[in-house]
Every structure is written in C-alpha cells, then in structure tokens.
C-alpha cells in the first residue's frame, strides 16, 4: 500500500466530507495527533498541525519507528491501575504553614525509555530539549485507534486498542515501582506523589537523591509552603515564584 502525506486535520476533514459525500468506499482512523484514510490500495496520513512545535510530527514518527522493534521483542505489558497520585492528606495537614520540598524527575518518562532501550539514542537526542513534542511522542503510544469504514451510504465504527500500549505501560510500571520504593523507605513522611513528583519534609534531601542516582534519573527540587486545606483543596505556594497552586485530595 502506498503511504502519502496530504497535510493537516483541516484537509483531513475536507476529503472525509468530500469522500462520504461521492458515496466512495474508505476506511478512516484517529489516533492521537494522526489521522488516516485507506482508499483504493492508497494510505494518506495527516497530522495535527494545531502546534506550532514542528519537531512534533517528526520525533513521534521516530518513537512509533523505535517503539515498533521493541513491541516485538518485549512480553505484552498490562497495566493494573493508572498513574499514581497519592496524598497523606493527615501528613499535609500537620505540615500547614511550613515549607516542604517537591522533587520532580526530570523527564521522567523519556529517560525511561532510553535507559531502558525503548527508544534509540538519536531519537532520545532529538527529544531531549523538546518538552512538547517528546510528552506527545510518549503519549500518543497509549492512545486508542477510533475507525470508521464508509462503503456507499453505510459506515460502521470500531475502537482499537493501541499496538503500542505495551510500551507506554512499561514505563507507567516503572514509575509505579519507584513510587512503591520510596513509600517503603520514607514510610510515612511522604505528603504527596503527583506522577512523576514527590513532596516531602525537608531534611530527606540525601536519601532521596541517592536512590533517583540508583535509577539512573535526575531530579530537581523546589520548595512550597503548604498554606491552608479547605474541605478537599489543598492550596501550596511555590517558594520561588510565589505562585499559588491547588491540589485536589
């Protein structure tokens, strides 16, 4: 089958409307910044051109291609529960009016996927300073395929699970496994885990640098004062910029 490019979701739409309106026969799918249509031995793909980050379309394909060898040579991964968000909502109470530190892995999962081969070195590079376009590459990997076959006046839908998913569970589990970690070894000092980032008591600073050294990540820390807890919002103000942020409990 043949593979052309023909431009963004706006022109997407447009044939879409164009074909269904001929009563030709075609096959469409979305998923994630991607949109396709299978028509007459012909696949034409169109992307979401909605950013204006142009490395996007290319390092998701980078990703998809690296991800690919991966799937392959790598057991199905299932997912037992979603990202972890946890709060010790009686440790976020005895800490209102003081300063705690928040420690956010950097990158967190597209250092995974290079440390852990998912991803080449040149794909890993070219994503590297690019936040954008490397969170949609990873997560376009978990994203569901809606399609639609269109034959004359008649259209039937379907939802295909993504045949990449077993990677991005993989680098889900591993964030679980690190969480799972540090509850063991602060017990129950941890205030709060949001995905990828923990708070905690001062004071903690060189365990927890050592054990993010043991997995092979960075991390930088930042300090916010817990300023009040009403019903379930917490409201934290970062130190440095004294912006004011809500988490909900």
């Known amino acids: ?37 299978f ?20 390092l998701c394909k980078s990703v998809i291609f690296d991800v690919k060898k991966w799937v392959l040579e790598n057991p199905k991964i299932e997912l037992d529960c979603k990202k972890v968000v946890f709060h010790n909502r009686e440790n976020i109470l ?10 956010d892995i950097i990158s967190c999962y597209w250092e ?25 590459a990873i997560g376009n990997l978990n994203k569901k395929t809606y399609q639609i ?13 993504s045949k990449y998913s077993s990677a991005y569970n993989y680098i ?10 540090l509850n063991i070894l602060f017990r ?29 990540l960075q991390i930088k820390s930042s300090e916010i004062k817990i300023l009040q807890c009403v019903k379930n919002k917490v409201y934290i103000e970062k130190q440095k910029d004294k912006k004011q942020v809500i988490w909900n409990l």
């Open 172 to 181: 889900i589990k591993e964030v679980q496994k690190m969480y799972n970690d």
């Open 149 to 161: 076959v269109y034959s004359g006046q008649n259209e039937s839908k379907k939802i295909l699970e």
């Open 112 to 136: 995974i996927a290079y440390r852990d081969k998912i991803i080449s070195k040149k794909t890993y590079e070219s994503g590297v300073k690019n936040k954008e376009a490397r969170t949609l």
């Open 94 to 103: 005895n800490h209102i009016s003081k300063t705690v530190v928040g420690y």
């Open 1 to 37: 089958m043949r593979k052309v490019y023909r431009g963004d979701l706006i022109r997407f739409q447009r044939l879409c409307d164009l074909y269904k309106k001929q009563k030709r026969n075609f096959k469409v799918e979305r998923s994630g910044t991607v949109a396709k249509i």
């Open 188 to 216: 129950s000092k941890i205030l709060s885990w949001r995905t990828d980032c923990i708070y905690l008591p001062k004071g903690n600073e060189v365990e927890i640098k050592k054990y993010f050294e043991s997995k092979k």
């Open 39 to 58: 028509m007459e031995n012909r696949e034409m793909f169109f992307i979401d051109k909605s950013s204006k980050n142009n490395e996007v379309p290319k």
